[in-house]
């Protein structure tokens, strides 16, 4: 419930208990004053009178008199049922009183001076038993019908509303709209507390429902038309949406659906509470982003609303069945809930305030809109701009995450009809790419406020396990896509095993040489170890040699008698004996 | 002068059984002002006059029983009200117009 702001006024207010009514007064009607509801025949007037003592005895503890001059009680009883209101039952309660004042005026015949004391005192009788607090008079102007006065007419009526105001009942007086007059009868002139003007319009073969506060003396009030409507659940008036540019941002991130998305988008996902748009041109995959989306906000147990303007909820099921996707166990659920409408159904007005009122009773964290597109050809492109730019508000003000598809003529692909592109904080693209005969899909993320994205293109493929997204080829006659990315696949492959074996013969080639090589070396090193041991060979024999030449020649010494080794052996006298 | 306080019914002297030609009248009224006082003396004369005998009135305060405003569907004060002869017929106001109560009571004037 939207706060109700009471610091600029002082005047205290009755609340009404109408859905939106409250907030645009900023708190209901004014307390123990009359207020004048007009409008023409069939606007709703009587509703909002009989709604406001229903919502006053139910809600606020007041209980209400309604005095009808035109309708019977039966007659009313009736028709307010199907708004859920149960007359009867309040009667009995005695919260509420219903008279019929009949004015036949063939019955009738003037005489002389007269008052109309009489309704005085059955109005008074009335609210004296049960204690009523709210009055509704519907439509007092029958009086002017039915007596032929004016004089004492004026002067009665001009009595009422004084009387009323001294009895501190808050009244809602109706009144039918007149030629250049706010009513027939000029109540207007006795009436000026509070006036609400009721309005009821064709505009494009679709009738919507406006409401104005003309006037409301003591305190401010939105002045604009409020576009409203009546359903089962008595009237929904659709307020200003929020004021300002004051959302609140969060920072968590939840999953679009699709993992690899997910990994483009920062590798976590949409932020929460934030909108989303998909475009593209017919058939490539918006409403498939849109089902992953809800799928995943379902099984995180959170609730969805989806706004279908092309297609029934069962073939948008049927649909996504046929990727994997099964939306019917999470409406059998009640977390998701399908609304399909054709946009020509209803005004704009018409279409916001029923969302408003769905999105009120459904409380979503997720709503998605496919296409938001088809809201064109039945609305000016202004009205239906507007008509997005206020759902995104309301949404965004709700702390839900908006998604939201469109179609894309085939030319123009960066920029949509309804420049709700810079609206939106997250902007996927989707294309086709047309090559060899066949035609393929792409995506990309085009922008995605407050986190890193990727860049990349992104061939999108519709499997029958969802939505997935693959790296193109970018060749050297550009992106690839599609068969011709698998053949490019393929020969990349066969390529690739190619090198391999070219490699692995190189190598064994390459092993070879080398073994070959080191045969070589191995044999010449035998050779060079032979010399080696020649040579040492060598060196040996000689070294023995010169040993033996040396020993020769000491024993040669040695039998002469000359030094050996330097030293002078002694001789002996005798001469040499022998050889030892 | 009679005080108009609860119900009181007002038979002249000279009485008849009520037959079919009888008048039932019902003056509302709220309290004694000078209208309402007005009107009945007004009544009582015409009765008289172009009734003879052959009436009844009964006088209702809506301010000692102001649940029988919505019975009769009394709005204005003062009302009279002719429940027989059938079809109902109501007449507002002082009753100061004779012309017009007698067309509103559907009685010939007596000349």
Same mark, same amino acid.
């Given at each position: ?47 909002? +009178? ?13 209980? /209400? ?20 209101? #149960? ?87 109706? /009144? ?33 429902? $406006?409401?104005?506060?003309?006037? &409301? ?16 659940? /008595? ?17 968590? $991130? ?15 996902? &949409? ?34 609303? &989806? ?77 239906? +701009? ?12 709700? +702390? ?11 030319? #123009? ?11 939106? #904080? ?14 393929? $899909? ?30 193109? &080829? ?19 492959? $066969? ?58 020649? #000491? ?10 080794? /330097? ?14 | ?37 007005? *009107? ?29 405003? *919505? ?41």
């Amino acid at each position: 419930m939207a706060r109700i702001s009471r610091e600029l006024t002082s005047l205290p207010k009755a609340p009404t208990g109408i859905e939106g009514f409250d907030e645009i007064t900023f708190g209901g009607l004014p307390q123990g004053r009359p207020t004048l509801v007009c409008g023409g025949a069939g606007c709703g007037k009587t509703l909002f +009178g009989i709604e406001f003592l229903v919502r006053g005895a139910t809600k606020f503890g007041e209980p /209400g008199v309604c005095v009808t001059f035109e309708e019977s009680a039966d007659d009313l009883i009736k028709n307010v049922a199907s708004l859920g209101f #149960d007359l009867n039952r309040l009667q009995r309660a005695k919260k509420l009183l219903i008279d019929c004042v009949y004015i036949e005026r063939n019955q009738i015949e003037e005489t002389g001076e007269y008052d109309l004391e009489g309704l005085f005192i059955r109005l008074a009788s009335a609210i004296d038993s049960i204690g009523a607090r709210r009055v509704l008079l519907d439509t007092p102007e029958a009086l002017f019908a039915g007596l032929s006065n004016m004089g004492i007419l004026r002067s009665e009526m001009r009595r009422l509303f004084a009387w009323l105001k001294q009895k501190g009942v808050t009244a809602v007086i109706t /009144g039918e709209r007149g030629e250049g007059m706010l009513t027939r009868h000029g109540l207007e002139e006795y009436v000026s507390d509070c006036v609400i003007l009721l309005d009821q319009r064709v505009q494009d073969d679709a009738v919507t429902r $406006r409401l104005r506060v003309l006037k &409301y003396r003591g305190s401010t009030h939105g002045t604009n038309e409020y576009p409203f409507l009546i359903d089962r659940k /008595g009237i929904s008036v659709l307020p200003v949406t929020s004021i300002g540019l004051n959302h609140k941002a969060s920072g968590q $991130r939840i999953a679009s659906g699709v993992a690899e998305l997910d990994a483009m988008l920062g590798g976590k996902g &949409y932020f929460r509470g934030s909108s989303v748009l998909v475009t593209g041109t017919a058939g490539t995959g918006k409403t498939s982003l849109a089902a992953h989306f809800t799928e995943a906000a379902c099984r995180r147990g959170e609730r969805a609303i &989806y706004f279908a303007f092309e297609e029934s909820p069962e073939q948008i099921a049927r649909n996504m069945r046929s990727i994997g996707i099964e939306l019917s166990k999470w409406i059998r659920k009640g977390l998701l809930h399908i609304e399909a409408v054709r946009p020509s159904s209803f005004g704009m007005e018409m279409h916001l305030v029923r969302m408003h009122a769905m999105l009120h009773e459904h409380n979503p964290d997720v709503v998605v809109m496919d296409p938001i597109s088809a809201m064109i050809p039945s609305g000016s492109l202004h009205e239906v +701009g507007s008509l997005v730019l206020r759902i995104v508000d309301f949404i965004k003000a709700r +702390g839900a995450t908006g998604f939201f598809t469109a179609v894309t003529a085939d030319g #123009d692909l960066a920029s949509t009809d309804l420049s709700i592109s810079s609206l939106v #904080d997250t902007w996927l693209l989707l294309q086709n790419v047309e090559s060899n005969g066949e035609r393929n $899909r792409v995506m990309y993320v085009l922008k995605s406020r407050g986190m890193a994205h990727s860049n990349q293109i992104r061939e999108f493929m519709l499997t029958n396990r969802g939505v997935k997204l693959r790296p193109v &080829y970018l060749g050297s006659g550009g992106v690839l896509t599609g068969s011709a990315r698998v053949a490019r696949e393929a020969e990349d492959r $066969r390529e690739e095993i190619a090198r391999r074996r070219d490699e692995r013969k190189r190598e064994l080639s390459l092993r070879a040489s080398m073994a070959a090589v080191n045969a070589k070396l191995a044999a010449l090193e035998l050779e060079r170890n032979r010399y080696k041991r020649e040579l040492e060979a060598v060196a040996e024999e000689g070294s023995a040699q010169q040993k033996a030449v040396l020993s020769d020649q #000491d024993e040669l010494r040695a039998s002469r008698g000359i030094a050996v080794n /330097g030293r002078v052996k002694e001789q002996e006298p005798n001469g040499p004996k022998g050889v030892s | 002068m009679k005080p108009a306080k609860s119900k009181k019914s007002v038979k002249p002297a000279n009485v008849k059984p009520a037959k079919a030609k009888d008048y039932d009248l019902r003056l509302y009224v709220a309290g004694q002002t000078p209208r309402s006082l007005q *009107a009945l003396s007004n009544l009582k004369r015409i009765c008289e006059e172009h009734l003879a005998g052959h009436y009844r009135i009964e006088i209702i305060d809506l301010l000692q029983k102001p649940q029988l405003a *919505a019975g009769d569907q009394i709005l204005a004060i003062p009302t009279l009200v002719r429940s027989i002869p059938k079809p109902l017929r109501k007449i507002i106001g002082d009753l100061s117009n004779t012309q017009r109560v007698l067309i509103g009571l559907d009685v010939q004037p007596v000349e």
